[in-house]
């Protein structure tokens, strides 16, 4: 069983930043955060590897998004920086547990909206 617990979320103005974070309870491979806007499809962010920590982005958050991991603690986070209104969205931590592919496991969510 995983259990993913997000946080961090608040409402900034644009150009402003926040720190999500993600604990994981659980074995998992690599972790990762989505979004999902009002009237959208949930879509990729980021995600990172527990082991080595190599990453990848969404291009629409390269240069401004940064995620890391803490292992010890199990945290993941995202620092997003320079946002812009089009950000506004849930944002969401995933886990993959094998390698393979995104997990049915999510975390509650946190809502991001950045004023313009």
């Known amino acids: 069983q995983v259990h993913l617990v997000d946080s961090g979320g608040g409402l900034v103005q644009a150009g402003d930043s926040l720190r999500l974070s993600c604990v994981a309870s659980?074995?998992?491979?690599?972790m990762g955060w989505f979004r999902q806007a009002p009237g959208k499809e949930r879509e990729f962010v980021a995600a990172i590897y527990w082991s080595g920590g190599s990453t990848n982005y969404a291009d629409s958050v390269k240069g401004r998004f940064t995620i890391s991991r803490a292992n010890a603690k199990k945290t993941v986070y995202l620092q997003m920086n320079s946002l812009k209104p089009e950000d506004t969205a849930v944002y969401y931590c995933n886990a993959d547990l094998f390698g393979g592919r995104w997990s049915h496991y999510w975390g509650q969510g946190t809502q991001v909206t950045v004023s313009s």
């Open positions: 659980g074995r998992t491979f690599k």
